[in-house]
Structure formats: C-alpha cells, structure tokens
C-alpha cells in the first residue's frame, strides 16, 4: 500500500468518483483508476461498487475510509510540522471563505502578511454554507472563515469572527414588495425564492432559510443570487452589507420574512488542531483573530 494509492482511493472518495478525482489531482482517470485497483489488489478488499453510474463505497470502503483519512491528516501534520521546524516560509497559503463574509478584514489582514513575506502566494476563494468547513477538513485549505456548524472542538481550533444579518429583500417592482409588515409565507411560495446551494459534499451538507414547498431558482454564488433579484425574478436572503446600499438607494426593498430561521450567521475563524502551522498561516491567523469588530465590517 502506497501513500499515492491512499490519496488517489480518498479523492474517489470524496469528490464524487473517479472523474472528479482525477480533476481535483490533476491526474488522468486512468491513472487514478489504476490506482485505486491496485490498492484493492493489495487488501484484497473491494473498496467501490461500481454496478452504478458513479461508483459507491462499499461497507469495507467506508470503514477504510475512516482509517485512510486519519493517515492522511497525520501525514499532513508531519509535513507542516517539519516545514515549521525549519522556519522556512510556506511557498502557497490556502484560506477559503464563507460566500458571505465581508471582505474588508480579511483583505486589510491580508496585505498586513504579504508586506511581511512578500513572496508567498496566497490562494483565496469561497464557498457556500458548509463548503468552507469541509475543505479544512479535507486539507485543501489552511484557515477557514466559516459558519459554527460542524465544527468539531476535539480537531479543530475556532474562535468568533463576525456575524453577518441576512435581510430577505426582493426589488422595487416585485409584487412582495408591495406587502407591508410580515409577508404570509403561502404569499411567499408563490414567488421564486432564490437559494444559494451548499457546496459541501458530504455529511455536513445543510440548507439555510429556504421555505418548503415553495417555488425556488438555485444559483451557485451570492452575485447571481444578487442579480436574479434584482432583475426582479425572485426574492431572496442576502448578506446586509451586500444589499443595504441598494436599500437606502431604493432599488431593493427589504421583506419581513418571519419564516427565516436564521438572521445573522455567525462567521468563525477555524483552523485544525493537528497541524503545525507554518509562520504565514501563523501571522494570518494572528491578523484576523486580534481584528477588531468594526475592521471586520464593510464599513469599515
């Protein structure tokens, strides 16, 4: 058994089939199919049910799976640990983001680091609800911006971040808008809400104030959802420091949905506790954590 087979065996795993997996290594398929196979070879196990469009763990593959991603997040830790043992700068930091987090902070925080080690790269991108946590799970980013949820105390390392109100606004020439006060909710499943769709793949996968049994639009990013609303075919929850310029210009109104079940998301700052951090990933979380409320905001 080798740690490339262990790699290409979790990608399958996790991304969705062999397809996917080889994308996410920039790998061939074959390669990683080949792969695979010989790690089954070597256990003598079947690992997927491939009787299907997308192959499936088996009830071995499951139970391997568990073990296979505690060898793999302890090799990472060995790795980050040597590279901090040599002082040496890490050449690539990774932090994902909440599709909702205000940005200010984060980019004052950044460039505080880059004038500081001029010559790392700095990889930032988003994702959706529970997407952010998941990729600091899976290693695939260093720090995380993201939601409480999931977020288990005993491997990773979280503290308070921002909070973010969600206001449900549609535009100015919608029919909702026209409804003053709390908008019937057999109103609102008559109008298209707008939902952004969780880009997490596994268990911790949710959904986030979308009303059941009404008519929905599903988009993929926060300035889609944006403009579906205001050219005015849905409604919508969207992040206050997103819309309240558009509020105060007229353009958007805001609803009294009282069927939200949640109006601010809490936003963490999350990093595993395993890991040995390297001296970037060190000053960027010292960055964002000693951040003060108001440096967080848009306004600021």
């Keep these: 058994?080798?740690?490339?087979?262990?790699?290409?065996?979790?990608?399958?795993a996790t991304h969705g089939g062999f397809s996917a997996a080889a994308a996410y290594l920039h790998k061939s398929q074959p390669a990683i199919t080949k792969l695979v196979q010989s790690l089954e070879a070597a256990?003598?196990?079947?690992?997927?049910?491939?009787a299907a469009y997308r192959a499936t763990l088996t009830d071995a593959g499951r139970l391997f799976l568990e073990r296979a991603e505690g060898l793999l997040a302890n090799a990472e830790a060995v790795r980050r640990f040597g590279r901090a043992l040599g002082g040496a700068a890490e050449p690539v930091v990774r932090i994902v983001l909440e599709a909702v987090t205000p940005l200010p902070g984060v980019l004052r925080a950044l460039h505080q680091v880059r004038a500081q080690f001029p010559s790392v790269r700095f990889e930032l991108r988003t994702e959706r609800l529970s997407g952010a946590l998941e990729a600091l799970r899976e290693s695939s980013a260093d720090l995380a911006i993201a939601s409480g949820h999931g977020v288990d105390p005993?491997?990773?390392?979280s503290r308070p971040f921002v909070g973010v109100r969600i206001i449900a606004v549609a535009h100015r020439d919608h029919p909702l808008?026209?409804?003053?006060?709390p908008v019937p909710a057999s109103e609102l499943r008559q109008?298209?809400?707008v939902v952004l769709t969780d880009s997490a793949r596994g268990e911790l996968t949710q959904t986030l104030n979308?009303?059941?049994a009404g008519l929905q639009w599903t988009v993929t990013d926060v300035a889609a959802k944006l403009e579906i609303i205001e050219a005015g075919l849905g409604w919508g929850g969207l992040p206050e420091h997103v819309v309240a310029p558009r509020i105060a210009a007229g353009q958007l109104i805001a609803l009294d949905v009282r069927e939200f079940d949640v109006h601010t998301i809490e936003l963490f700052l999350v990093r595993r506790r395993a890991d040995a951090s390297g001296p970037v990933t060190q000053a960027l979380w010292a960055r964002l954590a000693d951040?003060?409320?108001?440096?967080?905001?848009?306004?600021?």
């Design 43 to 50: 256990l003598e196990l079947v690992l997927f049910d491939r």
């Design 177 to 181: 808008a026209a409804i003053a006060g």
């Design 1 to 12: 058994m080798t740690f490339d087979q262990l790699v290409a065996f979790h990608a399958v």
């Design 210 to 212: 979308v009303l059941e």
């Design 191 to 193: 109008h298209a809400q």
């Design 154 to 157: 005993r491997t990773m390392v």
């Design 291 to 300: 951040l003060p409320a108001w440096a967080q905001s848009v306004q600021a």
